[in-house]
């Protein structure tokens, strides 16, 4: 691995050795700005694997709290219930939609395996996002994305995937979000 | 990365200026020979997914806008993966794979929130000291930037860990503040050490509001940067003498995509997996039409004004306040600027930004140490109020200053020290009040 070392400036101290390497280590795992315990725990578990529509019209309808690894379609062949909210270059993209049905109001979170863009429509509006998180060393999750929403049907839409299986949960969120600096 | 949509189309040609304008009007600098039109350069910022531009554009312009937009969008992704087309390129050694995961909505990078690693925002530039001099030669080991992330095959440069202490103090009302005060813990480095002259230059990624405007603004005001050769309008120390050049430095050194303009990543000889991945991809890696459509983007990209317009109004006498505390002196209300096309059939017409683009001196307590702890003296240019309005109504991880060390503006006030030490003392004069009609006229930027 070459020479590792650990260097702090300010108070200016400096380290070299295993203690650096375990610091180093450390700071490469799984580290998101909110508490995701919930979240890996399913990521973690067993996934159920659906193939996500090519349209509303043929979507799967995803529950929430259960892992699902989704198989997406080459991004042009999909039909979005509403535009990404994002424009983006999508060569080489993979898409996909899904239904999500939201019993009761609150804050839920989207999660994804890798860094891919996420939106939640309802009828022919996207649903805002509050907030994101993310941790780049990471795939259970990679990518949390924080919505409030009312109770309802919605519109899950993948889009710019860079590959064609990406693995979701739908959860709700706790009522706390205090954490890190990673992820943002 | 993910950030908040809307589903409302944003584009607004024209900028609404009203209020900027009743501002600009009570506070232009003294004695400063302007142009009475109103400031251009703002426009609502509808939809943060679809950013408007400061002037009205052609069908073509608009197209090449909206292509830009997709560009700064877009995660690269590494050369190889099947498809990706122009997208293809990222790495080997990045920090981040778009634009949009820093400069987050096209508005400011999210800051640090506390104890634990840099946010993607954050990164660590790296400059070396030369005697006195401060040169943009990089770390012979690790280059310009120290990289985070890397591609399959490639082994990430370090990580990069903050640490906060604290430094106290209270207003003359009695009322406490604290400041934090960071260093930097790099571990993982897996290049071998840098070197003990190496600059550590935290930078939180900037909003890109008005660029092409604040380009527009003639370079004759400009003061060399201390060490550097360059005098710029960009960067928090002025060493981007173009867009054009920041950007093609971000691609290269943040996130490893070569252009025309820079068609080399940023590997050392000591990282030689880089060397060998980086010479096999084809040059450039962004295609020149999707470099000139960013280049379009960020130069026609607005300012965003207060939403809904005109609902924001400052206090009678914030203004005043303002100006009464020196502010004015560096964060200048007006600039003229000369357009490449006329607007209204002017070139010359007048922005609004907050800033005279020159570099100061703001104290010690900023200054940037080199790796064996040397403080080293730190100019910073004045950076732009415009916009603050919109980036305190989206306050998720909003940090200030170079570092984003500062939580609050409050505290972004309380770290002037240097050539504006008069106006922090006048402001920690303020009663709290006073303070918050301050803070409330800095919102309506």
């Not at chain 1, 070459?2 to 300010?10: D, E, I, P, Q, Y």
């Not at chain 1, 299986?165 to 890190?180: E, F, I, K, L, M």
């Not at chain 2, 527009?216 to 960009?234: I, N």
């Not at chain 2, 030490?421 to 009609?437: D, G, S, T």
């Amino acid at each position: 691995m070459g020479s590792r070392g650990r260097l702090v400036v300010g108070a200016l101290m400096l380290f070299l050795g295993s203690a650096a390497i375990q610091a180093a280590d450390a700071a490469g795992g799984c580290q998101f700005a909110w508490d995701v315990s919930h979240e890996q725990a399913l990521f973690n578990g067993a996934v159920k694997t659906v193939a996500a529509g090519h349209a509303m019209s043929a979507a799967p309808q995803l529950v929430p709290d259960q892992l699902y690894e989704l198989a997406l379609a080459p991004q042009e062949q999909v039909t979005f219930a509403v535009a990404p909210g994002k424009k983006m270059l999508s060569d080489g993209a993979y898409a996909g939609v899904a239904h999500v049905h939201i019993a009761q109001a609150g804050t839920y979170r989207v999660s994804l395996s890798a860094p891919f863009w996420v939106d939640l429509a309802s009828g022919d509006k996207l649903i805002v996002s509050g907030d994101f998180t993310g941790s780049p060393h990471c795939d259970t999750p990679r990518k949390i994305v924080q919505f409030v929403l009312p109770a309802g049907e919605f519109a899950l839409q993948l889009s710019g995937a860079t590959s064609a299986q990406v693995r979701v949960t739908v959860t709700s969120a706790p009522t706390s979000n205090a954490g890190t600096n990673a992820g943002h | 990365m993910q950030g908040p949509t809307q589903d409302t189309d944003g584009r607004v040609a024209r900028a609404s200026v009203a209020l900027v304008a009743i501002v600009a009007a009570l506070i232009s600098p003294a004695g400063a020979a302007l142009n009475t039109a109103a400031p251009i350069g703002s426009a609502p910022y509808v939809s943060a997914g679809d950013l408007p531009a400061w002037r009205p554009l052609t069908p073509a312009e608009q197209r090449l806008f909206d292509l830009g937009d997709a560009v700064f969008n877009t995660p690269f992704v590494p050369v190889g993966t099947p498809g990706a087309e122009r997208r293809s390129g990222l790495g080997p050694l990045f920090n981040a794979a778009a634009c949009d995961q820093c400069h987050n909505e096209g508005a400011h990078g999210r800051g640090p929130i506390g104890d634990g690693p840099a946010p993607a925002a954050v990164v660590i530039e790296l400059q070396t000291m030369v005697g006195e001099e401060r040169l943009d030669a990089g770390d012979p080991s690790y280059g310009h930037v120290l990289n985070t992330q890397a591609v399959a095959g490639v082994v990430p440069e370090a990580e990069v860990l903050i640490h906060y202490g604290s430094r106290e103090g209270h207003y003359a009302d009695g009322t406490p503040w604290s400041l934090r005060v960071p260093s930097y813990e790099i571990s993982g480095l897996h290049y071998g050490p840098l070197e003990p002259t190496t600059v550590l230059e935290p930078r939180i990624a900037p909003p890109l509001f008005g660029l092409g405007l604040l380009e527009a603004v003639p370079g004759p005001q400009m003061r060399a940067p201390l060490g550097s050769a360059d005098a710029g309008h960009f960067n928090w120390q002025g060493t981007a003498p173009s867009i054009l050049e920041q950007t093609t430095r971000a691609f290269s050194r943040e996130m490893g995509l070569t252009t025309s303009v820079l068609p080399r990543d940023d590997c050392t000889l000591s990282q030689v997996a880089c060397g060998q991945l980086s010479a096999a991809a084809s040059v450039p890696e962004v295609q020149e039409e999707l470099l000139q459509a960013l280049l379009a983007f960020e130069h026609w990209v607005a300012v965003p004004t207060p939403l809904p317009t005109g609902a924001v109004v400052p206090p009678p006498g914030s203004a005043e306040l303002f100006a009464a505390l020196g502010c004015l002196a560096c964060h200048q209300s007006q600039l003229q600027v000369t357009l490449d096309v006329p607007l209204e059939g002017r070139r010359e017409q007048v922005i609004a930004p907050y800033t005279d683009l020159r570099l100061h001196d703001l104290g010690r307590g900023l200054d940037d140490k080199t790796v064996a702890g040397r403080p080293v003296p730190s100019r910073w240019r004045t950076a732009p109020l415009w916009g603050l309005g919109y980036r305190l109504r989206h306050p998720i991880a909003l940090t200030f200053l170079h570092d984003g060390r500062a939580r609050s503006v409050d505290e972004a006030i309380l770290w002037h020290e240097g050539e504006a030490l008069r106006a922090r003392e006048a402001y920690i004069k303020l009663n709290a009040v006073q303070r918050e009609k301050l803070l409330q006229f800095l919102s309506s930027l």
